[in-house]
């Protein structure tokens, strides 16, 4: 018979049963906060790789079995029949996996038609999703255009909604188009990174033309919209203020837009104009750049950059106009929509991906990937 002076020196695990009590982080040693994040770190890093690793087997799966079908296809010729008795078989031999609906079939051979063994297991494409692959076939034209989107989608996390947003908004021929003196006025590093984050034309299709009258009701709307801004405007910018206030010897002026690069370690002015594009512009921009570099950025800042968006510019002024500059300064146009019908190369005869989606909702293709 155990009794208590017995069990007084026991292991609670040696006992049949217990609720021992969770000790208090009041009670914690002094290193235990740096064990804790050490061992969180490590699990969320496991995780991701986890979920990378099956991403990508899945990938490689996807492009294997529509390999499969093209090869049979090419050499016995056959219809669509036969993927619908595919899929039928698959989820058959298959109960417990998702994915297999003729539709989802036909995506496979699309898939692999277009990307090579090589390509698919490289990054970025093998760490897509598979929506993001349905996007990039059934939105873009090459493979050149694919790869491109792919590696931003990767870099900057977009979610496939975002992605198609992008593609649609032709982010590939507006990224880095900016007339800039960065070259000139930027070490080299620095200028081609500058370049890169800008756009020519910024696409503000959250901006109802019809309530606009003047810059200032134009950067209500911005702001009124200011997380589709600063998608708009690419990764790194953190928005910092509208209406800057400066006092430059006792004279008062606003700075439309204000914010700060993450990864350039520098503040950026915008200046937004509903016309087209002056020289003069360019003299205040060039004030309140000097102001923020004097008054608000840090030792450790690198130089403001300036940018000023219109409505329409000429391009050849606007190059002449930012060489009288030492500053990094810049100019791009905004409008509101892609106004041009889209070319060949971003139309598709494959189904949307709203439909799949729909089918999806069905139950038809079991849970979908993440987005």
């Known amino acids: 018979m155990t009794?208590?002076?017995?069990?007084?020196?026991?292991?609670?695990?040696?006992?049949?049963?217990?609720f021992p009590p969770t000790p208090a982080k009041s009670l914690m040693p002094d290193w235990y906060p740096k064990l804790l994040e050490s061992v969180s770190n490590r699990v969320s890093q496991g995780r991701a790789r986890a979920i990378l690793a099956a991403n990508q087997e899945l990938i490689t799966t996807y492009w294997a079995v529509g390999q499969a079908i093209l090869a049979r296809q090419g050499e016995e010729g056959w219809g669509t029949r036969v993927i619908d008795r595919l899929s039928v078989d698959l989820r058959d031999r298959f109960p417990g996996s998702k994915g297999f609906s003729p539709r989802n079939l036909k995506y496979m051979r699309s898939f692999a038609s277009v990307w090579s063994e090589e390509a698919i297991v490289q990054a970025p494409l093998a760490q897509l999703p598979w929506y993001h692959q349905i996007a990039l076939i059934e939105?873009?034209?090459?493979?050149?255009?694919?790869?491109?989107?792919?590696a931003a989608a990767v870099e900057n996390g977009w979610s496939r909604n975002i992605l198609v947003h992008q593609i649609e908004t032709r982010l590939h021929e507006r990224s880095g188009k900016a007339i800039t003196n960065f070259a000139a006025a930027l070490p080299p590093l620095d200028s081609d990174l500058a370049q890169q984050i800008t756009k020519d034309p910024y696409i503000f299709d959250f901006v109802g033309l019809t309530e606009l009258h003047n810059e200032r009701?134009?950067?209500?709307?911005?702001?009124?919209?200011?997380?589709?801004f600063l998608l708009e405007l690419g990764q790194?910018?953190?928005?910092?203020?509208?209406?800057?206030?400066?006092?430059?010897?006792?004279?008062?002026f606003f700075a439309d837009l204000l914010f700060y690069h993450l990864k350039l370690r520098c503040y950026v002015v915008i200046e937004l104009k509903a016309g087209k594009f002056d020289p003069a512009y360019l003299g205040q921009l060039g004030m309140y750049m000097a102001a923020v570099d004097d008054l608000v950025a840090g030792p450790e800042d690198n130089p403001t950059i300036g940018l000023?968006?219109?409505?329409t510019k000429n391009d050849v002024v606007a190059e002449y106009a930012v060489r009288g500059y030492k500053s990094p300064i810049g100019v791009a146009q905004w409008q509101s929509a892609i106004i041009e019908s889209l070319p060949k190369e971003f139309t598709s005869s494959l189904p949307s991906i709203e439909s799949l989606e729909k089918e999806l909702s069905d139950g038809s293709l079991g849970t979908s990937p993440s987005r």
């Open 308 to 311: 000023v968006l219109c409505k």
């Open 139 to 150: 939105k873009v034209g090459t493979s050149e255009t694919r790869l491109w989107y792919a």
């Open 236 to 252: 790194g910018f953190a928005f910092v203020g509208e209406q800057v206030r400066l006092v430059i010897g006792g004279d008062e």
């Open 217 to 228: 009701e134009l950067e209500h709307q911005l702001i009124k919209h200011v997380e589709k």
């Open 3 to 18: 009794t208590s002076d017995d069990r007084a020196g026991m292991d609670p695990s040696d006992e049949g049963a217990s």
